[in-house]
């Protein structure tokens, strides 16, 4: 496969660097090691940004923004994790992270009210478990809420702890 590449050019003002190689893209390098490889030109700049539409037509900056030092920011242009999530506010849904296995059934739901689904995509707490919970031998420090609640799978109390240490069963 023959390569084209032109670097440094100015088209209307515009500068621009790409490379294309043994079926590789490359912008900013003139040897691209990947289908598509980026290398920014500015020091500590952004690496890659991806704009979008909202569902009502409304530019949507920083969908997806890399930075230099690798961070990810889904929802932000500075993020100070290896991967910030910062979800908006819709009437399509509430979910900040959503995480799904092949089959599509909700691992990991994160509202953008804060509240934490694992196993469901409707919690109704701060922390919702559909399914077993399991914890190694230890203890719990202090109750900080009012009540530690476990219900069964209709929602009715089997087990509670409240923090003056009364307990209720069933």
Avoid: M
């Avoid at 660097?17 to 490359?26: E, L, M, P, Y």
């Avoid at 990947?34 to 037509?57: M, T, W």
């Avoid at 100070?80 to 999530?85: K, P």
């Amino acid at each position: 496969a023959k390569g084209f590449s032109n670097t440094n050019s100015t088209l209307t003002g515009y500068k621009y660097a790409a490379s294309f190689k043994g079926g590789n893209v490359g912008i900013g390098t003139t040897i691209p090691e990947a289908a598509l490889h980026l290398v920014s030109e500015e020091q500590g700049g952004p690496v890659f940004r991806v704009d979008s539409l909202d569902h009502s037509g409304t530019q949507q900056a920083y969908s997806l923004f890399v930075t230099a030092n690798g961070y990810v920011g889904i929802g932000t242009s500075l993020p100070d994790a290896s991967l910030e999530v910062i979800g908006i506010d819709d009437e399509i849904g509430s979910a900040a992270l959503h995480v799904k296995n092949d089959a599509g059934n909700s691992l990991l739901y994160v509202q953008n009210n804060g509240y934490i689904g694992i196993g469901t995509s409707t919690p109704t707490a701060s922390l919702d478990v559909a399914g077993t919970i399991s914890a190694n031998i230890g203890s719990f420090g202090e109750i900080l809420g009012t009540t530690l609640n476990i219900t069964d799978s209709n929602g009715n109390p089997s087990f509670f702890v409240n923090r003056d240490g009364e307990v209720g069963i069933g």
